[in-house]
């Protein structure tokens, strides 16, 4: 079976080597290094025990994908509870200039990217990771929805719309054209390193070395601009999951690699306008569709995939193997959603 469950220290090597096995810009938010990993697990772990919470120290969880039979972790998954976690989070804002002339009866619309920190504080799913072979799985959809689910079972801890940014245009020799065309320009370092820098630390830096004007579109090279809002191709299964869900491009983009933002309202997100709480009992045959059961609070949520049966008391019926996947017994309480 695979479980979604908070990461552990003792997942500390699995964890580096998915991180190192992605390209530059694929776990951008998952540190590479294993000292900033371990820190990144245990403020996730403290975040989880509801030790975590002021202002200034906003809640940041990290989620791994196991596989139950053989201990294996082939995924992980991310919530900061507010984007920047204390600290402006940087973006571009996509928008328009008219540039006109009455006396040469010229007018133009030029597009240009205002440097942003309107998404600040919003929740973000972030730190999205998993083996290649599992991309469009039912593996893969769990990973990234069960996010979904310990929100709505934590709903308090989470604002009241949510982001994620999806990953960038990136060539196969690791060039960046969005990259390549703007920020080298302003940063003496590679964009994999800037990239990293923004992981371990904040994006606060990128205010301090990026220039504070409007940046002109039409100034960047011909492949930067074919790249604004464009999807890096490994990521659009998430891209398209994530739009299922109820996400939808704004206005917004990555500062980085100009990937697609995407945004939406906590409370209309799919999966937890369509999940519901339910009584847990057993039950060895005649079992229905697969879904999403989730269960626990904190650093005891666990979420799976298994067969279900709904009976007319509005109970949900489970293998046995489940019950003890999820650590619960009949009569708990468990939060289930449709695949």
Known sequence: MWLVRPAQPDDLDQILAIAGAQSARLSSTLPKQSDALAYKIEQSLASFAGKI???????????????????????TAGIDARAGNGQPFY???????????????????VEVLYPSHFLTDV??????SIRPELRGSEAFELLSRARILFIADH???????????????????GSVPFWDSLGRHFFDMDFETADQYSAQ??????????????????????????????P???????????????????CYLDIFDAGPVLEARTDSLRTLVTSHPKPLHAANHDLGETCLIAA???VQFRCTLTPVAETLEDTLKVPVNTWKVLNKTAGDRVRIAPL
């Not at 006396?103 to 133009?108: A, C, D, K, T, Y």
């Not at 929740?123 to 999205?128: I, Q, R």
């Not at 630390?201 to 464009?230: C, D, H, R, W």
């Not at 890096?232 to 704004?250: D, I, K, S």
Request: glycine share 8%.
């Open 53 to 75: 919470g002021a202002e200034d120290a906003p809640p940041r969880f990290l989620f791994v994908l196991e596989n139950t039979e053989t201990g294996e972790i082939a995924g």
């Open 91 to 109: 973006s571009y804002r996509r928008d328009a200039l008219i540039h006109a002339s009455h006396e040469l009866g010229v007018s133009r619309r």
């Open 123 to 128: 929740t973000l799913l972030c730190s999205f």
């Open 155 to 173: 709903r308090e801890w989470f604002t009241q719309r949510v982001a994620v940014e999806i990953q960038g245009v990136q060539l196969d020799d």
């Open 201 to 230: 630390l904040s994006k606060t830096f990128i205010a301090e070395l990026m220039p504070p004007n409007p940046i002109y579109v039409t100034l960047l090279s011909e492949a930067a601009q074919k790249a604004l809002g464009q």
């Open 232 to 250: 890096h191709e490994l990521t659009v299964p998430n891209f398209e999951l994530l739009q299922r869900e109820g996400f939808q491009p704004g």
């Open 296 to 298: 626990g609070e904190g």
